[in-house]
């Protein structure tokens, strides 16, 4: 996974492990949506907030103290607000993660998510 993983993202394969372990989340999948919501670990909420992903608050994009806090505040809100729901396939977590016409999204970004996290959750499953 780390081969794949490139900016502030490189060398956190243990992270989503052991966030994958604690939550009960495929850790491949973690990476994919962490690698897609990035652009690869180079994104400014990457880079500046430790936010892999792309996880919104009352007052924008979240920050987190590290990029391991990142990845597992990430995962343990894929298990309460999804997992826990039924939401456990890429598809049904798009439509509630990212989805497609979401005032947040102006450029229509999200219509890419499901292919785009598809492509990397393949590449490491």
């Not at 604690?22 to 690869?40: C, Q």
């Not at 990845?71 to 298990?79: H, V």
């Not at 456990?88 to 229509?108: E, L």
Request: aromatic share 8%; no cysteine; hydrophobic share 35%.
């Amino acid at each position: 996974m780390n081969n794949t993983l490139s900016g502030v993202l490189k060398g956190q394969g243990d992270a989503f492990v052991q966030a994958g372990k604690k939550y009960g989340i495929d850790p491949a999948l973690l990476a994919a949506i962490a690698i897609h919501e990035t652009g690869n670990g180079t994104s400014n909420a990457a880079k500046n907030k430790n936010n892999v992903g792309g996880m919104m608050g009352k007052n924008g994009l979240m920050s987190f103290s590290s990029i391991q806090e990142g990845i597992d505040k990430m995962a343990s809100n894929l298990k309460r607000n999804y997992f826990d729901q039924g939401l456990t396939s890429i598809a049904q977590i798009q439509r509630k993660y990212a989805p497609v016409g979401a005032a947040n999204d102006p450029t229509n970004l999200n219509k890419n998510w499901i292919s785009g996290v598809t492509k990397y959750y393949n590449m490491f499953s």
